[in-house]
Every structure is written in C-alpha cells, then in structure tokens.
C-alpha cells in the first residue's frame, strides 16, 4: 500500500494536530490555577454539554439523524448516578459513570428499536415523544425520588470519591481535572471511531444511504449502533452533570435540553467534534453572564447568535474561524490536481483514463460458459394499473456481456431495480448462481456479488474520491462495521483501491471532493465505486450518459477489459 493511502494528510498534518491537542490540555490543565471556584464551575459544566454536544454531533452531523429526545440519555445517565450515591451510598466515582453509561446505552438499545424504524421528520417526532416519555417517567416514578414523589428529582447527589468514603471525596478542582480528562478522553475516542471502518459507514449514511446498501451495507444497523453508542456518551456525561450540580431533575429530560445542545452543535459546527465542543462553552458562559444581568434577554440572544449563524457561518462558527485562519496561513505549496485537462488549443477535455489492459481474449472470438450467473424468470412488476415490468425472462452465463435495449419508458430501469433489490416484484424470481435471491435486501444482494452503476450518478458528493472508493471496497468485507482498527490499516483493500483509480485515471484526483469534479469524471468515479466492490455481475444503467464521443469510447475500452468472469447486463 502506498504512503498516499497509508495516511491521507501525511506526517506535517498529523504532528500539527497532536500539537494543537498538547496545547489544548495543557490549558485545561492550569485553569484551576487561574480561575476563581465559580468560574471553575461554570467551566467544569461546559466541558460537560461539550462531551453531550460531541454525543449528539456523532448522530447529527457525521450520521445525519436529528433528534429531539438526545436530552433523555443525558437525564438517565445523571439518575443513575445520582440513585447509586442516595439510594445505594455508591460513592465510588467510577463504578456512577460506568452506571451513566451502561443505563443509557441499554435504553438506547430498546428506543433505537422504535425510533429507527422511521426516517425523517417522523424519526425528529418519534424522538421527541421518547424524550417526553422519559420525563413523564421521572415525575410520575416513586422510586426515583426518597421523598416519595419524582417530581422533585433527586437533590443532595454531591461530588463523589475515588474511594469508598465521604474523606476521599473530590475537590472542586479535582472534579474539574477529572471532567477535563473525560472530555479529552471522549474527543479521541470518538475521533478513533470516525477512522475505523463503521466511522466511514455512518458518514456515507449521512451522504447517501441507498447508495449505501446498493455497497453492501446494513444501513439499518449501522443507525443502531451509532445511536447507541452516541447514547453511552451522553450518559457519561449525564453522570458528571448530576454530581457536578448536586441534583438531577425530570427537565433535564426534556426538549428545552435536546434543543439547547442542538444549538450548540449548530452553531460550534456540526460534523467537526471540536466545533460542538467550542460551541458548548460559549453557550455555557453566555447563559451564565447573561444570567447575572439579563436573564431574561438571555433566549433573545441566543436566538440571535443562531440566525447570525445561518447567514453567516452556515457550517458553524468555530468552522469558519478554522477556515479563515487556514487561509491565512496557507502557502503555495504545490498545485491541487486540475479536475479536467483541456486541449490548450481546441479547449475539449483530454482522455485522462489510464493504460487499458489487453483484452482477455482477441476481439470477436466467441465466450461461451456453462454456468449462468444472472437468471430472471417471469419478473413482473405493477404499480396500481401501471405495468412497467411484464414477464421477463432471460439467463446471462457467467462472463457474458448482455445489452438491455429499448426506448424510454420500457421498464428498463425498474428492471435494474428488481435485480438489485429496490424493488420488490409483483411476481417472478431472480436467481443468482444457481441461489434465488427474490426476497434477499439490497445489502444482501450486494455481499453476494451484485454490482451497480446508476443512470444519474450514485455518489458521496461531499466525500473525495479515494473515500467514494474506499466506502465501495470495504461493503463487501467482514470487517466493514468493525470499530477498533483504523480502516487505511487494511492494505490489502488500499493497494486494490489505488489500482482502480489508477487504471481509471482518477488517482491524481483522489483527494479532491466529489461535488468538484467534471461530469466525464463522475460518471468514472461511479463505474470505478461499482467494480470497487468486486461484484460477480455488473448492471450498468447507460454509463455514457451525458458524456462526450471520446470519453464513451475511451469507457468503452476500458470495459472490454474487464476481468472475463465478471458478468456484465447494460442497459
């Protein structure tokens, strides 16, 4: 694997960034020194919303699920702790965080059942209400309080200990150091967990998610877990919140906090762990300095704050703070790959594809088989008095090359669809080697060897290209969903990656974002992101679309040279 793909931003970057960190914990670290106690407190609380805001940023803004209930975690998290100091006489810091954590993540486990089966403005709904069931449960729970009634919450939780006793209780200043190190803790798990191959699979998600399953991926489960563990977070964060304020209230349940800590996703910047952080503590100590003048202006500013955002700083103001100072400080140090070379003289785009490999066999022999790969027998599909499939029936041996034709409107797209699963048919069967896959999901189609491209292109526009073709080729992998490796550490996946873009002209571009490239490179990048995931049988919905005589012709060469026992339908 080459060093381009065994880091992507190389050493200068990443020494940058381990110094930023260092200077940052250095600073937390001597604000104890320097602040009075109620500035320390007041800051111990922001860094704790910053850990809940980075729990709500990893379903926001790298998932893409709004949710208006995130505030019930946080709650369960701080009673959960709070009952195992007063109910229990729990002391033990660790064993209340370990409470948070585990009690929100298993009612995240039960909720993601319901509020997943929606996507949307319904999922946004069916999280609101959740969080509302919550807080009608604190209240109306006995249990929860020890003066009989939940409506109080629990009061008098206080600081607690690394030991098993009231001596050893923490200091305000300890709690601070030890809520830093959470948050500093927190930041690097979950910025692990966004170059492990599941933080891939949930920001495609969030570009494009049936194009996710058309790769190979459960796009379903990929939801549930982040919910979970974005869940888990926010009850750690629960747990130091409760023991911070000394009380655990039915409203932390509520919408007023879930919306609060969106705006502070939205306005620190979401999809950047570090901007929600920022945006944690200017809201904290603007809340707390408008507290001590205008309390009640307090939601007028912070509205404001929001609609100078949107105007202004769409992405976040701590984004565009970080762009701003990068321009700045940016140096001409080499020449970004054009995203199409042009003739100088004719002003037409250069056919830029790679070397085409010889064909397997000389052109015009015929290629027979034995084995059908791809058979359809009376596939039919109706919508309403619509029939836009009716009884299909073909068989494609294994390596053929079949050409779908027809004029528009014919159905031959919605066949497509019931091959690769989209849709489900009326009546018929599909069949892949001998195995019927009729009522097998997109995902599961896609593991088992079927491979698309799109009539419109199908990608990650805010993704480079290496990402588009990394996301490709770990759908089809065991280890797609796994959280603990850095994905670039499989090399194996990368050196087949780089020969891909390479053989298709695009590796000069890989570092540049999809929405940048010409079309002719789109429609590439979408073959490229289909053969990345090394089907068995490849349906191509007219890959020349919109493209000019030479880039259909230099496509059409390299076609001829794929792999023989690659199956190929196109319409």
Known sequence: MSAAVADRRGAPGWAKRVALLVACCAALAVLPAVLPDYLQDVMTKALIMGIFAMSLDLLLGYTGLFSLGHAAFLGMGGYAAGMLMIRYEVLNLWAGLVAGVVVAAIAALLFGLLALRVRGAYFLLVTFALGQLAVAAARDWAYLSPVGSGTEGLIGIGLPSFGSSLDSSLTTSDFYLVTAVALVLSFLALRHLLTTPLGYALQGVRESEPRMRALGYNTWTVKYVVYVVGAAFAGLAGALLAYSDGIAVPDTFGVNTSTLVLLMVLIGGAGTLYGP????????????????????????????????????????????????????????????????????????????????????????????????????????????????????????????????????????????????????????????????????????????????????????????????????????????????????????????????LSDWGLWELRDVPVAELGYGDQRRLEIVVALASDPRVLLMDEPTAGQTMEESQALARHLRALPRDVTVVVI
């Not at 945006?279 to 404001?304: D, H, N």
């Not at 031959?412 to 009729?438: Q, Y």
């Not at 009539?455 to 797609?480: C, D, E, I, K, Y």
């Open 277 to 500: 952080v920022l945006g944690a503590i200017l809201l904290v100590f603007g809340e707390y300095y408008a507290s001590s003048s205008a309390a009640e202006r307090w939601p007028l500013i912070l509205g404001a704050l929001f609609v100078v955002t949107v105007m202004f700083a769409r992405h976040g103001l701590a984004v565009a703070v970080v762009q701003r100072w990068r321009r700045h400080v940016a140096r001409d140090g080499g020449r970004r790959p054009r995203v199409a070379e042009r003739d100088e003289h004719s002003g037409a785009e250069v056919d830029s594809l790679g070397p085409v490999a010889a064909p397997v066999r000389a052109a015009g022999a015929p290629w027979t088989s034995t084995e059908v790969a791809l058979e359809v027998d009376g596939l039919a599909k109706h919508f309403g008095g619509v029939r836009a499939v009716q009884d299909v029936s073909l068989a494609v041996g294994k390596g053929e090359r079949l050409a779908v034709i027809g004029t528009n409107g014919a159905g031959k797209s919605t066949l497509f669809k019931l091959i690769a699963g989209d849709l489900a048919p009326t009546h018929g069967r599909v069949a892949l080697f001998g195995s019927d896959i009729t009522g097998a999901p997109v995902h599961r189609r896609a593991r088992l060897g079927i491979g698309r491209s799109f009539q419109l292109t199908s990608l990650f526009p805010h993704m480079t290209v290496w990402t588009n073709g990394w996301l490709a080729v770990q759908g089809v992998q065991p280890w797609r969903m796994q959280a603990t490796r850095r994905a670039t550490s499989h090399s194996d996946a990368g050196s087949r990656l780089e020969g891909l």
